[in-house]
Structure formats: structure tokens, C-alpha cells
């Protein structure tokens, strides 16, 4: 098998190929001077190969390029390509909120496989049950909160993991089994009489102990910082944040740290200053198992 690298997950790529004792093959990229994309992969390919391609920012760049890789790659002699997407862009937009809307994440996983990927492997997916809706080919959904969660061990007093909402109230969960935490879930409340807005757990007290914040995505981080404005006047000790996919979009990091938060952790599906937890290991093993099956 051929790992394939692009420049949106080299590192990332790299350290697949290492755990598996495969080649890596960086594909070759540049852009002509109208602004289309130029992909070639310099060598003949034999047997499987797996691209390694995230789409984060700027993300329609990044999924043109995709495509276009996914044909080279065949055109070079691969007789299977799996694709690992770390980051799926247009994942949120799964349904139609608003009548005349795309289902976007249905138009991203479409033309992957249109453009003859044969497996397809996504990491945290916002909507796992997307890839069953809109996929006939093989797929997996890799969810590595407890490698996030495993980050903090020894480094917590009596911690408590916080999800964003109820609907993520499992992945806190997970998490907290990782910590042996208490767990919960963040509300919004308004107060009647002074109209004050508050972000706090619904049922478990954080006054003096140390409060993790877990996320699939962190993007402009604005629930975030109000939560851990909230969880501070609580009077919680220490504030951390963690989450697969950090965008950090209009100087989320800074205003994150300006709101109290003492540390802030994410995976490597996005490069990003704070990805200190590499998905390399899961998404390797996932690999693997595509290729015995």
C-alpha cells in the first residue's frame, strides 16, 4: 500500500505511513496563474492506496484539489483508493434548516465518491449517520475523544468534562469515563429580573474543581468563552477546552485564553497551534482494517 500526502495533511500523512510500514508519496501541487489547481503524483502507484487529505480552510480549494487527486491517484495505477478525510468541510449543513438550501455535507461525500474513491474514513463527523445517508461505498467514523480525554490524565483535581449541549452529552461522557470525572452539560439561562445571560452545567456543582469544555469543532469559539466566563463566576478553579477539529476562526485562541481558559487541546485533523493530540494511531488502525477487509 501507497500512503499519498497532500500538502492539507502532510504531517499527519507522514506519521500514518510510518505506523504502517508503507510508502509516502507527496503529491506535487501548484497553482496556474487564472487560479486553477495543478495536482500529479510523480510515480506509478501498485496495489492500494490511501490519500490523507483534510479540508480545512480554505476549504473549496481543498475539496477541488481532493478530486482532482482522487483521479490522479487512479491514473497512476492504484487499483483501490481509500480516502481518509481528517476534516469534512460542509459536514454542519446536513439537512435543509430552510426551503431552496443544499444539503451540503450530501453534495461533499457525493463527489468524493463520484470521483471513484472506493472507502472513505472521517474523523468526528458532525453527523456520523451522514455517511450511511449519502455513501454506498465502505465507510468509518473515528471518534477519538478518549485519546483528547487521555491528554488531561494526571493533570486534573476532582474534574468535571462539560459537552456544549445535550446532543453531545455522550461524547462528555466517554471523556469523563477516561478522567473517572463527573459529567454534564452546559444550558443558557436568562435571568427574569435582569435579563443577565448565564452558560452553566445543569446539574453538577464546579465550584472549586478543575472544568474540561469537549467539542467536535471550535471555530469562533463565542459559546465557549461565555461558558467559561459562566463556569468562572460559578466559581470553577481551572478551565480547559478540548475538541477534535480546531479551526480557530477570527482570533478564537486569544479570545479564548482572554476568557480564563488555562489550556486548549485538539487533534492534528486540522494543523493548528494547539493540536497536541495526533489521530495518527486510530486512523492508521482504521486503515488497516479496510485493507484486510
Not at 101 to 119: C, I, M, Q, R, T
Request: aromatic residues 6%; neutral net charge; contains cysteine.
Amino acid at each position: 500500500m501507497t500512503v499519498i500526502a497532500t500538502s492539507s495533511s502532510l504531517g499527519l500523512a507522514a506519521r500514518v505511513a510510518s505506523i504502517l510500514s508503507h510508502e509516502l508519496i507527496v503529491a506535487e501541487e501548484k497553482v496556474f496563474p487564472d487560479g486553477e489547481k495543478y495536482v500529479r503524483i510523480p510515480r506509478r502507484v501498485s496495489g492500494d492506496a490511501i490519500i490523507i487529505h483534510s479540508l480545512h480552510p480554505p476549504q473549496d480549494e481543498r475539496f477541488v484539489q481532493l478530486l482532482l487527486t482522487i483521479d490522479a491517484v487512479r491514473g497512476v495505477g492504484a487499483s483501490r483508493v481509500i480516502v481518509a478525510i481528517p476534516y469534512l468541510a460542509y459536514a454542519r449543513q446536513d439537512k435543509r434548516f430552510l426551503e431552496g438550501e443544499p444539503v451540503s455535507v450530501g453534495v461533499v461525500l457525493k463527489s468524493v465518491e463520484a470521483a471513484s474513491a472506493d472507502a472513505l474514513i472521517t474523523v468526528d463527523l458532525h453527523k456520523p449517520s451522514s455517511l450511511d445517508e449519502w455513501l454506498r461505498i465502505p465507510h468509518a467514523n473515528l471518534l477519538p475523544v478518549q485519546h483528547l480525554a487521555s491528554y488531561f490524565l494526571g493533570k486534573l483535581r476532582d474534574p468535571v468534562v462539560l459537552a456544549p449541549d445535550k446532543g453531545a452529552l455522550a461524547r462528555a461522557q466517554l471523556a469523563a469515563e477516561t478522567l473517572n470525572a463527573s459529567f454534564d452539560y452546559i444550558e443558557k439561562t436568562r435571568d427574569k429580573i435582569t435579563g443577565g445571560v448565564s452558560i452553566l452545567p445543569r446539574q453538577v456543582d464546579v465550584c472549586g474543581r478543575d472544568v474540561v469544555f469537549i467539542d467536535d469543532i471550535i471555530s469562533t469559539g463565542g459559546t465557549l468563552i461565555a461558558a467559561a466566563r459562566s463556569v468562572t463566576s460559578a466559581g470553577a478553579r481551572s478551565l480547559y477546552a478540548a475538541c477534535t477539529h480546531a479551526l480557530l476562526i477570527s482570533g478564537a485562541l486569544d479570545k479564548l485564553y482572554a476568557a480564563g481558559l488555562k489550556e486548549v487541546v485538539a487533534t492534528d485533523t486540522v494543523p493548528s497551534p494547539v493540536s497536541k493530540v495526533s489521530i495518527a494511531k486510530p486512523l492508521a488502525e482504521a486503515i488497516a482494517e479496510f485493507l484486510i477487509g
